[in-house]
């Protein structure tokens, strides 16, 4: 089992950034690829942004790419996403996710998944 909580989400106003975090207790950390997603009420839930296990490969979706950064630090058991220049449509729940398999996240698979955190983007 893989304990995943994250933190940083909050109310912003378009133009702002946010720095989310996903703290994980449980199995080794550095065995898992991490990904991060969103749900805006009344749609369903989507891929943003994911990372292998040792940070050397990321993929992003279309709609943040340039402005969300996801890294991690595996000796901090941790995975965050930088997000900038967010905006109105930005707003959902964040949640962050866990596979042995990087492709899994793409696909929006995933074997260990947080509670989520409120990002708020006022305009």
């Known amino acids: 089992q893989v304990q995943l909580v994250e933190s940083g989400g909050g109310l912003v106003q378009a133009g702002g950034s946010l720095r989310l975090s996903c703290a994980a207790s449980g199995r080794t950390f550095s065995n898992y690829a991490m990904g991060w997603f969103r749900q805006a009420p009344g749609k369903e839930r989507e891929f943003v942004a994911a990372?292998?296990?040792?940070?050397?490969?990321?993929y992003y979706a279309d709609s943040v790419k340039g402005r969300f950064t996801i890294s991690r630090d595996n000796a901090k058991n941790a995975v965050f996403l930088q997000m900038n220049s967010l905006k109105p449509e930005d707003t959902a729940v964040y949640y962050c996710a866990a596979d042995s398999n990087f492709h899994s996240l793409l696909i929006g698979r995933g074997d260990y998944w947080g509670q989520g955190t409120q990002v708020t983007v006022s305009s």
């Open positions: 990372i292998t296990w040792n940070g050397g490969n990321t």
